[in-house]
């Protein structure tokens, strides 16, 4: 059972900066793609950014230029740097793969349970 933990979140003032960190543990046998969403009150979750296994990355709306994300295969770990944060950013960040779990088998999504980052004075 692949897992996806995801940590970082917190309360910060306009303009500062957060990073968050999302682990991926259990068994698999690869993943395609991992990406950041989130999901703002009363709205419908959305793409932020995502990250192939190669590294190739992009990013969705105005993460663009302020936001990097970045992963490190060995440990499991992917990244989400958040710069220049905005009210606008508040919302519940969720983790997401695309994993093999087996040689041959088909891709299948994983969500981790999110991690609340709230951008307010």
């Known amino acids: 059972q692949v897992q996806l933990v995801e940590s970082g979140g917190g309360l910060v003032q306009p303009g500062e900066s957060l990073t968050l960190s999302c682990k991926m543990s259990?068994?698999?046998?690869?993943?395609?793609?991992k990406g950041w969403y989130r999901q703002a009150p009363g709205k419908e979750r959305e793409l932020v950014a995502r990250?192939?296994?190669?590294?190739?990355?992009d990013y969705a709306g105005d993460a663009k230029g302020r936001f990097i994300i970045s992963r490190d295969n060995p440990s499991g770990m992917m990244y989400l740097q958040m710069n220049a944060l905005k009210a606008e950013d508040t919302a519940k960040y969720f983790c997401?793969?695309?994993?093999?779990?087996?040689?041959?088998?088909?891709?299948?999504?994983?969500w981790g349970q999110g991690t609340l980052v709230t951008v307010s004075s």
């Open positions: 997401n793969a695309e994993v093999q779990r087996d040689l041959g088998s088909q891709y299948v999504e994983v």
């Open positions: 990250i192939t296994n190669g590294g190739n990355a």
């Open positions: 259990g068994r698999f046998w690869s993943y395609r793609r």
